[in-house]
Nanobody
Framework: QVQFVESGGGLVQPGKSLRLSCVVS????????MAWYRQAPGKQRELVAS???????NYADSVKGRFTISENNPKNMVYLQMNSLEPEDTAVYYC????????WGQGTQVTVSS
């Protein structure tokens, strides 16, 4: 089984930045496409960004140009740099493989509010 521990969320004002981190219990990033998802209150979980083992990235239109996904394979870490945050980015953020193969972690809450 693989476990994910997300961190780095918080309360920030619009326009500010946050960097989310995800510790993965096994080195699967070299095998699977890793991804960040988010779930806002009353909404379904949505895919935000993904990164393939060859480091090709893809982003939801709503975050393109503002968010950057990266990974550090030797340390089993996946990151999400979030810039120019907007109130619409408020959600709980999760990491997992693309398709969500493994059990979800606790996530990390991001709240963007003035």
């Amino acid at each position: 089984q693989v476990q994910f521990v997300e961190s780095g969320g918080g309360l920030v004002q619009p326009g500010k930045s946050l960097r989310l981190s995800c510790v993965v219990s096994r080195n699967i990033a070299s095998i699977y496409t890793m991804a960040w998802y988010r779930q806002a209150p009353g909404k379904q979980r949505e895919l935000v960004a993904s990164i393939t083992p060859s480091l090709r990235t893809n982003y939801a239109d709503s975050v393109k140009g503002r968010f950057t996904i990266s990974e550090n394979n030797p340390k089993n870490m996946v990151y999400l740099q979030m810039n120019s945050l907007e109130p619409e980015d408020t959600a709980v953020y999760y990491c997992n493989t693309i398709g969500g193969f493994y059990s979800w972690g606790q996530g990390t809450q991001v709240t963007v509010s003035s």
